[in-house]
């Protein structure tokens, strides 16, 4: 009688794994910013949960901001963009490559490059990079855009985008797609629009 061939197992199934890479990133992202000199908190050493004033010292230093809204943008373009080119990967392991690209903007964007670019090219004249709280935060808010973007519509995650872009343009005249027209080509026109919108000293 013939031996019964046993079914080929399955795959193995990493997700925990990626998962556990990703998170690990959180305090990898943290230790790099501190030995770049990056402060915990910010200039003033005090912990905040918000603030709305984008001109003061406290922007990208507390928890959130109305930056806030681009990092969750981010995170929705990450899950569209490889759900359109890595689709075959597991979710979990798409959500390690977008945290491994954010991460990695973030400490773009508080090396002296980048924030000697602000300076000159955009409206943030006083920008002195991230507290290494504020980093984590945008990690988190960029998670929070892929996991909405996972879990809603098409449709819904379009719409929160142009919300979320167009109230920030008449908010604060800033927003994801202004910041990456002025650091790659800056517009007069639009550096102008903005810095009409700082209060007066």
Not at 7 to 23: E, K, M
Not at 54 to 66: L, T
Not at 70 to 76: F, K, Q, V
Not at 190 to 197: N, Y
Request: charged share 15%; proline share 6%.
């Amino acid at each position: 009688m013939r031996a019964i061939n046993p079914q080929p197992s399955a795959p193995a199934d990493h997700g925990r794994l990626w998962l556990v890479l990703a998170f690990a990133i959180f305090p990898l992202l943290a230790l790099i910013e501190w030995t770049m000199g990056r402060s915990p908190l910010g200039p003033d050493g005090a912990f905040g949960w918000w603030t709305s004033n984008i001109w003061g010292p406290e922007c990208s230093q507390r928890v959130a901001d109305a930056y806030a809204f681009s990092h969750i943008i981010h995170g929705m373009a990450f899950y569209g963009l490889l759900w359109l080119f890595a689709r075959r990967l597991p979710l979990s392991a798409r959500y390690l490559i977008a945290v491994i690209i954010e991460a990695g903007w973030e400490l773009l964007e508080n090396s002296p490059l980048i924030i000697n670019r602000y300076r000159e090219a955009t409206m943030a004249l006083g920008y002195s990079g991230d507290s290494i709280l504020n980093s984590a935060s945008d990690l988190l808010m960029m998670s929070l855009g892929f996991l909405l973007a996972w879990r809603l519509p098409v449709w819904a995650t379009v719409t929160a985008v142009l919300v979320m872009e167009i109230g920030c343009a008449l908010w604060i005249r800033d927003n994801l797609t202004l910041n990456i027209i002025m650091l790659l080509h800056p517009v007069e026109a639009i550096k102008a629009w903005q810095s009409a919108g700082a209060p007066v000293p």
